[in-house]
């Protein structure tokens, strides 16, 4: 997302005043955190530069929404207080296909998959055939819900994006990635001051970091988003 109050090269291209509102796309992170004795860790990357949204700053693993993400049955199920929270219309499947974004492009982005053995019936799309191949299949039932945010009207690219967290200890694989992400690794939350990351990034990760800690509740949940300024507002 970007950063109105912060300009520079991770913004995306503005909107020329007699362009018309681009419509947000839904989208989904995962924000995956790791705990060593009372060191709370979290699992980020750096955008390639080379990227058209937000390039060179440091970002959870995410993305769109894609056709075979609402085509891909999980082995369970997202929790389905959730859906009233998304805005996604009260559509359960909705909410399931943003929560199974999240795990694709992990898995996609840092190597890491959250998903249990399982059989997929038929032929799986491509952007499930790697992970359908190791007899894997999403597991739903470990992600909490965060928040969610959408990128000011004034830009050329927008998302409505939806951030989930789950402990790593539900993940399995190794870290690596397609490139979309580099310097990826597990990053202590208490020495990120100095990254360089959009404010509803570390909105995000200050929100995950509370709710790992016990020192936040679930509800109400943040509406990251922009009137004029950038703004807050809780469900």
């Known amino acids: 997302m970007p950063d109105s109050s912060n300009p520079g090269r991770s913004d995306p291209p503005i909107r020329g005043s007699g ?36 390039p060179g700053v440091f970002v959870f693993p995410g993305g769109a929404v894609s056709a075979a993400d609402s085509q891909m049955k999980p082995a369970t199920e997202l929790d389905p207080a959730y859906t009233n929270l998304m805005g996604v219309s009260r ?43 190791l007899g894997m299949v999403p597991d739903l039932q470990h992600l909490r819900y965060v ?30 990635g397609d490139g979309e992400l580099v310097e990826i690794g597990w990053w202590n939350v208490d020495q990120l001051a100095a990254l360089e ?21 679930d509800r109400p949940t943040p509406l990251f988003s922009w009137r004029g300024s950038r703004q807050v507002t809780w469900k």
Do not use: C
């Open 91 to 133: 559509s359960h499947p909705r909410a399931r296909a943003l929560a199974i974004t999240a795990i694709r492009e992990t898995w996609e982005e840092t190597g890491m998959l959250l998903g249990v053995s399982g059989e997929f019936k038929g032929r799986p799309a491509p952007p499930w055939r790697s992970i359908v191949e």
């Open 19 to 54: 362009d018309p509102p681009v419509r947000p796309r839904d989208a989904s992170s995962l924000i995956v955190t790791r705990k060593r004795g009372s060191k709370l860790y979290v699992l980020m990357g750096r955008r390639n530069l080379a990227a058209r949204f937000m």
């Open 147 to 176: 928040g969610r945010a959408i990128t000011p009207s004034f830009s050329k690219i927008r998302f409505h994006a939806r951030f989930f967290m789950v402990d790593a200890s539900w993940l399995s694989g190794d870290l690596q």
């Open 197 to 217: 990351m959009r404010n509803i990034t570390r909105f995000m990760l200050e929100r995950a970091i509370a709710l790992s800690r016990g020192e936040a509740d």
